[in-house]
């Protein structure tokens, strides 16, 4: 029986096309750049917590150092306290936004998602920078707190709360659209109270979002760097903790310590939420109808109101910030200039920390999404190889539980290593680019997967029975039909590339500084003006790049998308 089958698996593997040989050999080739880029960096990381400064294995005694230090383990009592009111509030302004934008018929629907989304073209520095100038010392709103500092707490759950808004709502107007109209019938023929159809038809109905939007959100605002550095004060968190012993004190093992306490609640967020979204997948039918609001016009102008102070927080936020770039010294001469634009006369990087990011961006964004889209391409569409399948599936969602910073000095401990053959890498544009797709993997790789399941397996089969090569179908069919989303994730990883500062902020060196990097370098040098400055070309260019990415787009759907369409 054992030599049967023996055989029959020997007959299979000869039966293996070459175009299926091939496909293999990509999903090995895109899964050994996740585990080289990944993996082997997490666990030098992990390895160097257990070893002391001489490299010598000493077990635990470093996070029995880190535990009995009163003031290194407060930090994650802070961070839990931080991410938990970020996720309360971010939650509750979100849901009114994601309701008034799908269950009222108010106008300007469209301008208020796209003020929404405005927070995800700037750097998380940058609502902290606003924050000074709105509720500083100086501030010209500062009486607004009642005597309590904005550098602490307050300062950072605010900025953390603009940062994480626009995630939230993402997923909260998504759990709203699926909603099935017919429970909302039979709610009405029942003569239910809207306040009863709202508890137990509407709350049910979005629970899993809301639940899912919480764990994101929460993920967010406590592997956060950016706003917790600018505006935190003395208030530790685990990722400034990371940064502080790291940069400031030099004890990568400490830094190593904090890395992995800040993974676990990471890590467990993320594995929760992929859990709820499965559930929630679970609930669409093919009956469902779509949910159409009826005009009420109480109900209507309330929500206005309501997306109108949203909007204002946002864009005053920005504002602020436009503001403080063209004053030229505040609070003392408020005649506006371009003289905070002198990049080159700033402790940051100068203009040419603007060009590298623009550069890094662009690579990013074109290597990036080449190996993204082929790595879902060949995991979605070859045949069998099930374990290979489900390992190299594992491995691309595991960037989405790794917070940046994490990220970013795993690398140091992996490529700075003499030891390791790609130790060169390190403070190149190169590194920067990899860490940078690596670390925004798992969202691209979901949007490709996605993309390639709505196209039938069909395509393949003919393709094979007519003995043309995968790659010519993969380049005159595959590519085109899912041109919107490649674009999609090209754009995605450019803006994120733009913004983050986490997960290169340990990695970039002399002639590699980014400007995301250099808004932190000035805000450190008292240049809070420039910072301010640096941080809106960050913002123009991403929000430039988004409206090209917005017409070139409609474009597309034209010309690649009209079988969708009905005939």
Known sequence: MAEAIAKSGAELKQKLSRDDVLMRGLIAVVGLYLLVTLVLPLYAMLSKSFKDHDGNFIGLANYIEYFSTPALSASIVNSLFIASITTFITLTLAFGLAYGLMRSNMPFKAFFKIVAMVPILVPSLLPGIA??????????????????????????????????????????????????????????????SKFKIFWTVTLPGARYGVISAAFVVFTLAITDFGAPKVIGGDFNVLATDIYKQVIGQQNFEMGAVVSVVLLIPAALAFFVDRIVQKKQVALLTSRAVAYEPKPNKLFDHCMLAYAILFSVFILGMIAVCQYAALVKFYPYNLSLSLKNYNFDLMDGGGWAAYWNSLKMAGLTAVIGTCIIFVGAYVVEKVRGFTQGRMLFQFLAMLPMAVPGLVLGLAYIF????????????????????????????????????????????????????????????????????????????????FVNAMTTVSAVVFLYGPDTNLASVAVLNMDDAGDIAPAAAMGMMIFYTAAGVKLLHYFSTLGLYKSTQRWRSKS
């Open 131 to 192: 924050l000074v100038y709105l509720f500083g010392r100086q501030g010209f709103m500062n009486w607004a707190l009642f005597g309590h500092d904005i550098y602490g707490p307050i300062g950072i759950v605010i900025a953390e709360v603009f940062f994480t808004l626009p995630h939230a709502l993402i997923i909260l107007t998504t759990a709203f659209s699926i909603s099935d109209a017919r429970l909302y019938e039979a709610a009405q023929v029942l003569n239910a």
């Open 414 to 493: 992996f490529f700075n290593s003499p030891a390791n053959p790609l130790n060169t890498l390190y403070h190149t544009m190169a590194i920067l680019v990899i860490s940078t797709i690596t670390h925004f993997y798992t969202v691209s790789h979901l949007t490709a997967t996605t993309a390639l399941k709505q196209m039938d397996s069909e395509f393949e089969d003919v393709s094979a029975s007519l003995k043309q090569p995968v790659f010519k179908m993969f380049r005159q069919v595959t590519v085109p039909v899912s041109m919107p989303a490649i674009l999609d994730i090209s754009i995605y990883l």
